[in-house]
């Protein structure tokens, strides 16, 4: 790392996501020098700042000689702007990787390697490609207890940690995922912070789902809160709905969670570090975590939802927070939205009581609310269930919830429909027998979502219920064109997503 | 993958290795039609070609609207040039992307999931994420024999295959690798080859290691040989020393072996596909297959060196190919040259005779040679030793070497010794005890090898020598400043990499 080069930098404007790319001519003497080739990893200095980037080489004069080129991310984070000059070398050895290639092996990894993993993660050290094998190996149960512990301990040390000084006991609540349109979270920091527990939730946007909760609030009210204004929201009503990322609560699990939504996958030891790691940054000391079981939600049978429950309730033990999980039923989609837009309906209807709002929804949010208030008064969940209908019945959500995004920055609009939408009629009369929560999640992120708020899908059924030739069966929304007949090419070689069986 | 939409082709003059990146403007009104965003993947037809690309979002004026940038490989892959106008849709959903997630799930693949993957990727259908996905399930010991059998097919189906019609044998041979310096390859088909065997040898460029046999013969002679080239060598000389990924044998490895590269990553399973899908592409129906056992090679028990032994010779046997593995010692690098050019002048003492020839790399020449030879005629190790030892003494072989490489296109001279080099002195007297074979390596490749073949290293010991202080210890050869300085700044941090002790 001797031999800084100067380069003068240059705005290429373009998009990489969050993987930084540098691009410089193969016949730039430094590059000569140093023998970088593309797909080097190069290190580059501004000031007081460094960063790790990809380097692409050009051949042709897309650039000037003694330049180099940045795209947007790497320029963020690097601090720079176009014209300033920066200093180039090779890249560090990254020597975390070889505890990766260790676990490839079928060995144990320590809570030195996994600190020293997270900590490169998060100094974003790592290629894309070395964080997909390492999201591979932790996957399919490969984290022993212990591992995870570490591996939480381990995503807590690398971003900020929440404090909330004058309070004994903070709640928080979490749900696992895999069931499409399951929304509770809104409704139920409404009814607990309405019954006066402290709430301050973060939430993430969508791993491989078509919405996450942050994704939802997004259409109602401002999610992307600092960490002063979310504090002073927390203070004035004992709660928030923002976004986790905004606030920088384990970093480094943002970075894994990226190339886990490329992947589609979501391993069982990451999941649980990467749920508990945002609970203790975020100050939480109780937490109740939603469980769905069902043939095709992410924990598919009751023993794999115990093991989860067991692993949940030891990792927060060691690390100091208590842990409640509720196991719940998950063959289904829950409400009638799926998507940002379509699931943000279906919240407000149950907080406003609306004839059709769905009822789900309202249970769902309910029975979680019921937990939180049982760990917090200790008199039995009838009580605790009874108390919650109250608040819900009587408006006293609703004008919490108000409360909440009003504080964060006012409630918003929901917009009109997309232009863009299809609606599918039931071809032959029958009872709505089964869904795959997968192909249907897979259809509505087809439509768009969550990149596009307003995509998705509006269901006209609950399972069970006898539909007739001609009905509505759902509506697809999309902002495009080609993304609404894209999704719709998938849904017509995959109708059995939806199963009308005969009585 | 309907709704094709029509576009101009700008040359980015952008190498990005083998992942093809195109560039679209976010402004641009197919972009937003088919919503694409960063980090999309896309289909692009061009005549009668179509590839799969990564989107990358340009923001500023690098583009023209309705123009899209390809990168160096986009274009060529694509069969298209500056100016010329192709059609964008969404990509197609990659469906053996789920056998890979039920993979690390821990279930079988099947010959079908096998092949489907195997042609996917073959068809660059894969991103980098999940090819590395790919490559980490299937590492440590996760293949079972059948799916080892499965993959080989796949392999071979993938490619073209040799077809040598009036030969009943065709042997081959292949190190397992992990040896640093251990260039056998040229000698022992020299060897066998002047016995009259035999033997169209394709080798692979460097894996993971500081130079592949491929690229120590490029060093010598020309190896990028068409079929029609490789076969009229074949015909003159019963042998060829070619570099196999010219003929495209086993395409779809290629593209793995990148990803392997960048993970320094090579799997039990993925080996023996990958080195017997060659061997049957290529014709062969004997092999003899060196496994070098050691603390620091690649095998590192002997146990390890049987049970490899014994999945060769069963996956061999399925798909109808006779294979013979040789377990050698694997403790210490083989002769004295490590990088393509400094083997490279090893393999040519040895075939002259040179008094200063490394005997180590003439002994396991000459085992393997006489395995080779004892599988052709069955008349027994010791006898087949005596006429290899005869057939290299006495000149044939050499002079079997310059006609395969004249018929390849002729001799080249070996270039002088790098310009940037540092010859490294003994500090303390001392005999040398050990040698970290991966870290030895590793210090050719910072040195810049096998990128720039006259990067590498020059030893100047055997393991049990005694080296006085001040002798010299090595020499290091790299094509620039950067890389000289960024090699001996690791070995200097890891200079236990050669240990010297007291008698």
Known sequence: MSNHQQLTVIDMGIDTHQEPVVFMREDCPICRAEGFNATSRIAIFYRDKQIVATLNVVTTNVLPVEHIGFSNIALQRLGAVDGVTVAVSHAPLVESISAVRKKIFGHRLNEAELANIIEDVNCHYYRDVEIASFLTICAGNRLDLKEIIDLTRAMVA?????????????????????????????????????????????????????????????VLTTVNLDLHHLQSVVQQTGACLAWGGAVNLSPADDLLIRIERILDLDGEGQLIASVLSKKIAAGATDVVIDIPVGPTAKVRTEANARRLTDLFTQVGDALGIRVRCVITGGSNPVGFGIGPVEEARDVVAVLLGLPDAPRDLRERSLLLSAHLLDMAGGDGLDRATERAEKLLDQGNAWRQFLAIVTAQGGIKTLPDDNKYQHTELVQDSGVVSAIDNRRLARLAKLAGAPEDPGAGLRLYFNVGDRLAAGAKLFTLFSDSKGEKEYAMEFYNTNRDMIVLGQE
Chains 1, 2 share one sequence.
């Open 158 to 218: 690398s971003g900020k940690r929440l404090i909330w000084p004058e309070q004994d006991r903070v709640f928080d609540k979490h749900c696992i995922g895999g069931l499409p349109g399951n929304r509770t979270t809104p409704i139920v920091v409404a009814i607990v912070s309405a019954a006066g527990l402290v709430i301050p939730k973060t939430s993430s946007r969508a791993i491989t789902s078509p919405a996450g909760t942050a994704d939802t609030m997004e």
